[in-house]
């Protein structure tokens, strides 16, 4: 009688079982609330005089009491912490908690930008609307990031792949129509892919060192293809157009959720498909369990009949093209033209947030949101407020990454596999 473990038994569930957090993180996360609830009730309460803060929601002015508003969030924010230093939350009650202490925070922060700003309004659905655009191609780079890691591969390419997607979507747009544009990205986010995959998985080359050459090597590539070819001649291959808006019927005239969600051109819309599909996936299906398994213990998936190689060539191509749509978002999803380095940084930000996610599909898009919105709160600022430096707001997108990897997340365990390379026996 054979003796191997079945399927089911090679992964390990990274979901910590604990109904409390642990009293090393019950006492960190009561800081973090703490001081949220110090700068609203201290800082910001002492600098905000007096006046109506005005809030804007889908055309409708919400006027709310500055500096009484600021107090109470304050208060409430502390009692929070409060909470969580002797009591804790419990697991599931944690993300609400920290969801509530932030949009209260926020709406203190809001309320002191409107008493000191140039435009005493300040739009919320507009400023979320913008949030969530920003985030498309950061969940798109997470998504395609966890793709890898859960198979064993780390992907620090995900840059690479976008700007090789941003860039291949503009040339196919221009000499086809917009939307061929597309297939283009995704050609070329997998070409990436596959430089990834042989390298690390065939020839064994260290993954970290290896996604930092093909970053270098997409921009290099991409430079020099936009001077030879778009440069001279933009009319015929760097003008691919926009993708439409696609208002879904019914949906987008509910008041704010439609506005928000279901007026977007199709990456958007593919974007929700496939944060469903990888997470269904990945957690439901059969294929997704071998993918877990690959990325935890290759070995005694390898005893059971998985073909390991054959599976992480597979999820890294696919995760790759995912990155390349993302790409694509920043030329035809929306200025209309590719330039040198467009994707600025965002497959790094799109890396951290496959981390503070904890390598789930849901945990990192909603970091990707959080990132998006840091992105779009700076934005907002430099014209709303001159209150705090232009430095200092430029800043923002990246200490808000680095705060949340480094200080929110806590110990957290990459797939055991993740960046090990398998050799088959």
Same mark, same amino acid.
């Given at each position: ?80 912490? @409060?909470?969580?230093? $002797?009591?804790? /939350? %419990?697991?599931? !009650?944690?993300?609400?908690?920290? &969801?509530?202490?932030?949009? +209260? =925070? ?69 000499? @086809?129509?917009?939307? $061929?544009?597309? /297939? %283009?990205?995704? !050609?070329?986010?997998?070409?990436? &892919?596959?430089?990834?995959? +042989? =390298? ?80 269904? !996936? ?144």
């Amino acid at each position: 009688m054979s003796t191997t473990a079945p399927v089911e038994d090679l992964t390990v569930d990274h979901e910590v079982v604990d109904t409390t957090l642990s009293s090393r993180s019950r006492i960190l996360r009561a800081i973090a609330y703490a001081v949220l609830g110090l700068i609203s009730l201290v800082w910001l309460g002492t600098a905000v005089d007096g006046g109506t803060a005005h809030l804007v929601f889908d055309g409708h002015t919400v006027g709310l009491p500055a500096k009484a508003t600021v107090i109470v969030v304050g208060i409430v924010i502390l009692a929070i912490a @409060a909470w969580q230093g $002797v009591r804790g /939350f %419990g697991r599931r !009650a944690t993300p609400w908690a920290a &969801g509530i202490a932030f949009l +209260l =925070f926020m709406v203190a922060f809001f309320s002191w930008v409107s008493t000191q700003g140039t435009n005493p309004a300040i739009d919320v659905v507009g400023l979320l609307q913008n949030s969530i655009a920003l985030s498309v191609p950061l969940i798109l780079g997470a998504l395609a990031g966890v793709m890898c890691e859960r198979s064993g591969v780390i992907n620090v390419a995900i840059e690479g792949q976008m700007l090789a997607g941003a860039w291949a979507a503009a040339l196919v747009g221009s000499v @086809a129509v917009t939307w $061929v544009g597309l /297939f %283009g990205a995704l !050609a070329a986010g997998a070409f990436m &892919g596959v430089l990834l995959a +042989l =390298f690390s998985i065939r020839y064994l080359v260290n993954q970290v060192v290896l996604g930092v050459v093909l970053n270098v090597l997409a921009a290099g590539l991409t430079g020099f293809l936009f001077d030879a070819f778009m440069a001279n001649d933009s009319e015929k291959f760097n003008q691919p157009g926009v993708l439409g808006e696609i208002d879904i019927p019914l949906l987008h005239s509910i008041p704010i959720i439609g506005p928000l969600f279901f007026e977007a051109n199709i990456v958007v819309y593919l974007t929700y498909i496939l944060i469903f599909g990888v997470d269904v !996936a990945l957690f439901r299906t059969r294929w997704g369990l071998r993918t877990r398994a690959i990325g935890e213990h290759p070995k005694a998936a390898d005893t059971v009949g998985i073909k390991v190689l054959a599976l992480r060539y597979r999820n890294v191509l696919i995760g790759s093209a995912i990155a390349g749509l993302g790409g694509a978002y920043f030329t035809i999803g929306s200025v209309g033209g590719f330039a040198k380095g467009i994707t600025s940084g965002n497959g790094f930000i799109a890396l951290a947030a496959v981390i503070f996610g904890r390598w789930s599909p849901r945990g990192a898009t909603a970091a990707a949101l959080l990132f998006g919105f840091a992105i779009a709160l700076q934005n907002n600022l430099s014209i709303n407020t001159h209150a705090i430096p232009s430095y200092l707001l430029a800043m923002l997108p990246y200490v808000a990454t680095i705060i949340a990897v480094a200080g929110l997340v806590g110990k957290v365990r990459a797939p055991a596999a993740d960046g090990e390379p398998y050799v088959k026996q």
